[in-house]
C-alpha cells in the first residue's frame, strides 16, 4: 500500500487558515459543520481555571479547551482522501485542503494540561530535537562536571 500526498509549496504557501479543533469524540459523519453558529458561540473564557482556558459543550457533554500553538519549524497540515480504498491494502491519495498554525485543544471536564498524551506528543518534537542535536567535547565534560558536583552535594 502506498499513500500520495497531493500538493506542493507553491499550493502550501496558498491554502487557507482553518480554525481548527481537537474534540475528544469520534463523530461518524463527513460533511459541513456550520461549527461557527453551533459551537463557536458558545465558547466562553473561565477564568476560574486560569488565563486561555475555555469551556463550551458537546452533546450535553462539558468541554474545557485551550489554543495550542503548532510547534515551531512545522506546519499543521489538513488532508482529505480523494477516494475511499477499496481495501486495505489500496493505494491512497490525499490532497491538501487547508493549513493551520494553532488549533484549540478540548478535553471532557477537566483543563487541558501537559500530562494529556495529545500534549506529550506536541512537548516529544521538541524532544526529538534535543536529542538529534550533536554535543561537543566541552559541552560533554561540563555536563560530567556538572553531575560530579551534584553528586558530591547531595546526601
Known sequence: MSITLD???KNLAKSKTLDLHYLPAKID?????????????YTREATDYGSGVFTNALRGYPLMGQRLKV????????????????SES??????LTGVFEEFTYWNYDKVPSNGDAYRQALIMSDVAQALAQPINEQDLEAEIARNKENTKTSP
Open 90 to 95: 489500496s493505494d491512497r491519495q490525499l490532497r
Open 71 to 86: 510547534p515551531e519549524g512545522f506546519k499543521g497540515l489538513v488532508l482529505q482522501e480523494t477516494e475511499k480504498p477499496l
Open 7 to 9: 500538493f506542493n509549496g
Open 29 to 41: 459523519g463527513d460533511g459541513e459543520a456550520n461549527v461557527e453558529q453551533y459551537f463557536n458561540n
